[in-house]
């Protein structure tokens, strides 16, 4: 004969204990998922702004490539022959930054020192300030210019040279961008020409 085996009411749930682990799982389990999206997206921030950062930093190291690279000689007597010093330079460039590009516009690069902040302006011919980047740090930022032999200088024209050539070879920018050196080092396409007057001939 078959016998019917009837259990009790309480064999069929689950103990304290074995509700406190599983409670215990779930809840390591959520802290651990927490943790992971919260990670997730701390980098996706990081990210992010490492990326604005970068762009803007190609932008206007692009700004002072178009600007220097295109640099040109001024007339003999002109007002806006090429002079240098170690923290600001002031020359004519037929791509300004303001200006119709292909008319020679005089313009200044200045750098400014305040506080451990340095700040990299752009003068154009009505002296208006535009603020084109800023570093932060102690570090020296510094403009050098290179004569035709190769030679490096903090100064335009050289002061020691005998041939007085007008615009340097080549002009570079250095410092440091979050504790990481960089040097914009740009090469001036026009040649050393002195302009002459028409009147002159």
Do not use: C
Not at 20 to 43: A, D, F, K, N, R
Request: glycine share 6%; proline share 5%; net charge neutral.
């Amino acid at each position: 004969m078959l016998k019917l085996i009837i259990k009790k009411p309480f064999e069929y749930g689950f103990t304290l204990l074995e509700m406190l682990v599983v409670l215990i799982l779930v809840s390591l389990m959520t802290t651990l998922l927490l943790e992971g999206v919260s990670y997730v997206l701390y980098l996706r921030s990081s990210f992010l702004t490492q990326l604005e950062y970068t762009q803007k930093g190609v932008l206007q190291e692009h700004w002072f490539r178009s600007v220097v690279s295109a640099i040109v000689t001024d007339y003999r007597n002109g007002e806006h022959i090429f002079v240098g010093e170690k923290d600001q330079f002031h020359a004519m460039t037929i791509s300004p930054l303001d200006e119709r590009i292909g008319t020679p516009a005089p313009f200044t690069w200045k750098l400014k020192y305040n506080g451990g902040i340095t700040t990299l302006n752009y003068l154009n011919r009505n002296e208006q300030l535009l603020e084109i980047t800023y570093w932060e740090g102690n570090e020296k930022y510094h403009f050098q210019y290179m004569s035709k032999e190769g030679e490096w200088y903090t100064k335009w024209p050289p002061p020691f040279s005998l041939e007085r050539i007008q615009i340097p070879r080549m002009i570079s920018l250095s410092g440091k961008r979050q504790q990481t050196p960089f040097t914009w080092l740009v090469k001036l396409t026009d040649n050393d020409r002195i302009k002459i007057e028409p009147r002159e001939d």
